[in-house]
């Protein structure tokens, strides 16, 4: 006779395993990375703003391409578990008003003024890496993979050192530009670790995973 409770254990650990394997590829860094280049980018001209919303807009088929590419032809075709909008979506919005109610305290105690628009401009690196913390934070527990703790924790550092750094006589004109010179360059060089760490786990990944000349087309999934 089976035990619903550890069957439940070995449905999750399947379910972690096959987010694992499916989120190996670095593509979310990528994306991530390019995002944030293309958000500081637009905030230097308009014109550039294509380089965010081009990922934004097609993700699904930018994805479903990389993956066509350089992930089933290695791996198999790893279908994981996606749970549904309804249950994700309450999740991120109570993690954003805490992270606005946790940020709001912090400024009444240390600045004494909330209503004061130079301190969330200041801060709005820190309030922006906060989301990117939130992010992380669950994709480690969808995979298990601790090397989303490290990007959680390397989004939190950028955020709070460009929210600390000064850059006087800087200014952007358009997008993010009027948040302050903090958030862009927070943009710009947080988006670029991104991407290096993604091209640096699809370089990993193609080298593990060599194409299988048999062409194996397995399916792992929950």
Same mark, same amino acid.
């Given at each position: ?20 394997e499916a989120m190996q ?50 791996? &198999? ?6 749970? &549904? ?28 003024? +909330? ?18 913390? &939130? ?13 989303? +703790? ?18 006087? &006589?800087?200014?952007?004109?358009? +997008? ?14 947080t988006g670029s670790g991104?991407? +290096? ?26």
């Open positions: 006779m089976s035990d619903p409770e550890r069957d439940s254990v070995d449905i999750a650990t399947i379910e972690r395993r096959a987010n694992r590829d670095g593509l979310g860094e990528i994306l991530v990375g390019i995002i944030l280049i293309g958000m500081g980018a637009a905030s230097v001209h308009l014109f550039l703003a294509a380089i965010y919303l081009i990922p934004l807009i097609l993700s699904r088929k930018i994805s479903e391409v990389f993956k066509r590419r350089f992930t089933y032809p290695r791996i &198999g075709y790893v279908k994981p578990h996606e749970e &549904g909008a309804r249950k994700v979506l309450p999740g991120v919005f109570l993690y954003e008003i805490a992270v606005f109610a946790g940020l709001a305290v912090a400024f009444l105690l240390i600045f004494g003024d +909330l209503a004061d628009p130079q301190v969330w401009s200041r801060w709005s690196p820190l309030l922006f890496a906060m989301m990117l913390v &939130g992010a992380y934070l669950y994709s480690h527990g969808r995979s298990g993979n601790r090397l989303y +703790l490290a990007y959680a924790g390397f989004a939190l550092a950028s955020g709070i050192a460009f929210s600390l750094a000064s850059f006087e &006589g800087m200014s952007f004109p358009y +997008l993010f530009g009027d948040w302050g010179p903090g958030i862009v360059i927070f943009f710009l060089v991104f991407l +290096l760490f993604g091209l640096s786990s699809l370089l990993w990944f193609i080298t593990r995973h060599p194409v299988d000349a048999a062409g194996d087309d397995c399916e792992i999934g929950a």
